[in-house]
């Protein structure tokens, strides 16, 4: 199995600002997922990042306002640039081992 | 150990047959949701309980926060059904911190 670790665990920010959230895996990974969730709704996939590669982002996600970083195989960092209110929900870092997928605590980000 | 434990890990049903998704959980839990992967990898939401059941069509889900267990009962399995199935559990403390069970893969035979 794989444990996903998040920081922080929740944010307040203003408008305009950026905030960076970090995933740490206890082993290596091949591949992270950045997932977000309007309070009790879907989990929306945002994007998929590999090592050493660009992420592919979903549709309604986009690099320049949700720029991934994946520089190892146990880390990832998903950054929130030019925070808005709408962008105020959960936001969860995923990886799949041997077919199971793992899901880290979520992160709160509140962007007033 | 996990926090969550979900089986079973995978489940073969013939259509119109049903069966039950069952989350245990070693601590207590404020609230639970049920997700469904669908094929684009998002996680849709099929339900959400603090506490009691909900039904929704074919879909009935049940919390128990003093037992600790949460399911989530499929009847007359169709084949679209099929997929990965994920229970998640928001524990009293840490809030808005949830914790998910490894999935179970359905699979609906004709």
């Known amino acids: 199995s794989v444990l996903l670790y998040q920081k922080p665990n929740r944010d307040i920010c203003q408008s305009g600002t950026s905030l960076k959230i970090q995933c740490v895996a206890d082993?290596?990974?091949?591949?992270m997922f950045w997932y977000q969730q309007f309070q009790e709704q879907s989990l929306m996939l945002m994007a998929t990042a590999n090592e050493g590669s660009e992420a592919t982002y979903e549709s309604g996600f986009t690099k320049d306002k949700f720029p991934i970083s994946r520089p190892n195989l146990t880390f990832s960092t998903l950054t929130v640039n030019n925070a808005r209110p709408g962008d105020s929900s959960i936001y969860f870092c995923?990886?799949?081992?041997?077919?199971?997928?793992?899901f880290g605590p979520g992160t709160r980000l509140t962007v007033l | 150990g996990d926090q969550v434990e979900q089986s079973p890990s995978a489940l073969s049903l013939h259509e119109g047959t049903g069966s039950a998704l069952r989350c245990n959980f070693t601590?207590?839990?404020?609230?639970v949701q049920w997700f469904r992967k669908n094929s684009r990898g998002s996680l849709i939401n099929l339900f959400y309980l603090a506490s009691g059941t909900k039904e929704n069509g074919r879909l009935k889900s049940a919390f128990d926060s003093k037992e600790r267990y949460s399911t989530l009962h499929i009847r007359d399995a169709q084949l679209e059904d099929s997929g990965t199935y994920f229970c998640a559990a928001e524990g009293t403390e840490g809030a808005d911190r949830l914790t998910f069970g490894k999935g179970t893969q359905l699979i609906i035979q004709p």
């Open positions: 601590t207590t839990m404020r609230a």
């Open positions: 082993s290596q990974v091949v591949s």
């Open positions: 995923s990886s799949t081992s041997s077919y199971e997928q793992y």
